[in-house]
């Protein structure tokens, strides 16, 4: 099983190309479900998600070629199972639900799995299935649904889902007549897919706000479309930069979307400089504490929250992190106490206690972002880290390790 060593203590400088969002692309990929035709969709990640989805969509008949511009084609869909074996490893594998649906009457979609980092119940996307007029049940572990046309309804999500607005968003594209979709997510992703079944042929207004209103149509067509940059590898690079007191433009990105964290870098001493689509990180002499709370966009994500706390773990003074949106993300801590780090769980919250230097130590990958933040520990800390478990990277991240080099970093994947 591979693994990731890293030589701490070097700057970082010099300019990182951002790659397309997974958090985007996956959904994108699985709108084309909804069409007869060949799709064209750009700036696809090489990511093991975006694998996944690639294999999951083929089971169903689905024809896809290409890397970073994908051609896909659904015209000839021969199942509507969603196998566990295929499903087990990424939960966005829900989303096939909604347009299979919605375009062919039914699904059988095992229950996901995917990383660890707490639950997120499938049960919104279910009653939301239902009251758009579907016959859903669950049964031998798998959601089955059915429907000869769903039918629009008012939807509210007790939680701001992200994946439960895109499926049933998707879903509601050939629903007869209006469905409106209230709290809804408003993360610069669904504003992505909106964007790409407009240009399908849906009539979507509210992406991006708490309200989404789709009137249905009795058929889309084939589109070509973009995926948008990734705000979390780009804010993983912008902390890379403070953590090691170094300089690096990050290219291809959208500063909009980064409002949150570029804020409290700042507030945390860095320079932050806007270049059109890059953005500037400067590191200072040290690292100001900053208190840091999760919340769903607009405000700070989740998905940044341990690559902060590893920088928090090396600031001047205390700082407090506080998790809202899920429940079970803070087992990237024991891994990096094992550096050295001063933390303390405190329900929903890390009291973090910065000390001048981390360690290099043996640590594991528990999930996606935890393992970036231990890779970050690494860049900053004194001697040798080694990442096993490597694997979670590999989800979310486009050859992570080739681009830190670039950057001058001293790491290296190993075999074995």
Known sequence: MDKIVIVGGRKLQGDVQISGAKNAALPILVSSLLVDGWNTFHNIPDLLDIKTVKKLLSSFGVKIEGGETVRINAGGITSCEASYDLVRTMRASILVLGPLVARMGEARVSLPGGCAIGARPVNLHIQALRDLGAEVTLKDGYVEAKASRLKGATIYFDIATVTGTENIMMA??????????????????????????????????????????????????????????????????????????GDIRVLGCDALHLEALIAKLRDAGMRIELEGDAVRATGGVTVRSVDVKTLPHPGFPTDLQAQIMAMMAIANGLSVITETVFENRFMHVSEMMRMGADIVIQGKSAIVRGIPKLHGAPVMATDLRASASLILAGLAAEGTTTLSRVYHIDRGYQQIEKKLSALGADIRRISG
């Open 172 to 245: 509601a594209t050939l629903a007869k007549g209006q469905t409106i979709l209230k709290n809804t997510a408003r993360e610069p992703e669904i504003v992505n897919l909106a964007e790409v079944l407009i240009g399908m042929g849906a009539r979507i207004r509210g992406a991006g706000t708490d309200v989404i209103v789709i009137d249905g149509v009795d058929s889309l067509h084939p589109v070509e479309a973009s995926v948008i940059p990734d705000r979390i590898e780009a804010g993983t690079f912008l902390l890379a930069a403070g953590m090691t007191g």
